[in-house]
């Protein structure tokens, strides 16, 4: 099992920015001593305590330099909010000055407040981000490309430099909808399940991109990606009282401008919940019991190493083989974190491999 750290670099009041920051890449290059595989920051715009954090590549170019393997991986660029050459251009340069190690990994934004002030219609959010790809896929691969989109108008135009990884960085999709999976599968490109912390909702996902990649000449996908946020300790009742209150912080952080997504990755689950098991599946109020009680679809794993390994397991055998975990949510302590993170390197990943 490889495994990733995410961050949404909540600041919630009890941080700055700058803080957080900082912690989030002594936090990366702590990992890298651990065994961790990536590092993966999200994009996010205007909001004033949670995902502060405008701009990926630049806080990727602060931790290439402080890291030797560890890859370089956005969860993820919003596509959309990026003028496409600088992207091209920007992506290109951190793969040269890292040598290496970038993962183009992007989604389509689902907060409409972070569109309407770069004067961008969220409904186009989809056909942007897929033309965006296209266009950098051929900008990396090419000399000059001339290239006609519907957003995108570029004529007799060489990016400089290219990227090291050829014929471009390996190209990864964040979605919860099937046709963005097959469209994906079907141009040799990779996704993560939004949605990705059922077993049930990533067994479909992962088959039906296998499918499709298959049908069109292309191999399986080898990277098989779930997400928890996590927290481990030595007591569970400790773990259980410290995870509550933290990952609860983040809930309640997203949920301002998520109600949308928060919605539609629930109706994910309920269509792939098995009718066996239809009254296990619970909705109801944001309660910590409500969210996490089920191990087959809690979006948390809390515990002792043992709990910790009894909730990754069940995605691990729906075919999962790499996690990235939320280690660092609710504006947790860095020294919470580190612990945390050691932890599981030491206790739980041997019993995941």
């Known amino acids: 099992m490889k495994i990733g750290l995410f961050y949404l670099f909540e600041t919630l009041g009890e941080k700055s920015p700058g803080q957080a920051y900082k912690e989030a890449v002594e936090e990366a290059v702590y990992g890298e001593k651990l065994g961790f595989d990536a590092i ?16 990926v590549i630049d806080f990727l170019g602060w931790v290439a330099p402080k890291t030797k393997k560890i890859k370089l991986w956005p969860l993820v660029i919003v596509a959309p909010l990026n003028e496409p050459i600088r992207l091209a251009e920007r992506i290109a340069m951190l793969d040269q000055f890292s040598d290496g190690r970038v993962i183009f990994s992007v989604g389509s934004g689902y907060r409409a407040y972070e569109f309407t002030p770069f004067g961008f219609d969220i409904r186009n ?51 919860a909808r099937d046709d963005q999976v097959k469209w994906a599968a079907e141009r040799g490109f990779y ?10 909702e990533l067994s479909h996902v992962y088959n039906l991109y296998d499918k499709t990649a298959q049908e069109m000449g292309f191999p399986k996908m080898e990277n098989k990606i779930f997400f928890k946020w996590i927290y481990v300790d030595r007591s569970d009742k400790r773990a259980r009282e410290f995870a509550e209150k933290v990952f609860m912080k983040t809930i309640m952080a997203f949920m301002y401008g998520g109600e949308h997504l928060y919605k539609h990755l629930l109706t994910k689950l309920k269509e792939s919940w098995p009718p066996e098991r239809e009254n296990e599946f619970k909705e109801g109020d944001i309660t910590f019991e409500n969210l996490t ?20 397991s069940i995605c691990k055998n729906a075919g999962a083989n790499f996690f990235i975990g939320g280690f660092n949510m609710g504006a947790m302590p860095t020294e919470y974190v580190k612990r945390s993170m050691k932890l599981f390197a030491e206790k739980v990943l041997p019993a995941l491999a």
């Open 40 to 55: 993966c920051p999200a994009e996010h715009h205007f909001a004033e305590h949670y995902g502060i954090m405008p701009d």
């Open 125 to 175: 959010n989809w056909k942007m981000m897929r033309e965006i790809i296209e266009f950098c896929v051929r900008a990396w691969k090419n000399g000059k490309i001339s290239f006609e989109g519907e957003f995108i108008k570029v004529k007799d135009t060489e990016i400089q430099p290219k990227p090291i990884q050829k014929p471009h960085p390996p190209v990864y999709i964040t979605t």
């Open 293 to 312: 009680g089920n191990p087959y679809y809690t979006p948390l794993a809390w515990g002792d190493p043992k709990r910790v390994i009894d909730t990754l």
């Open 191 to 200: 996704i993560i399940p939004a949605a990705g912390f059922s077993p049930y």
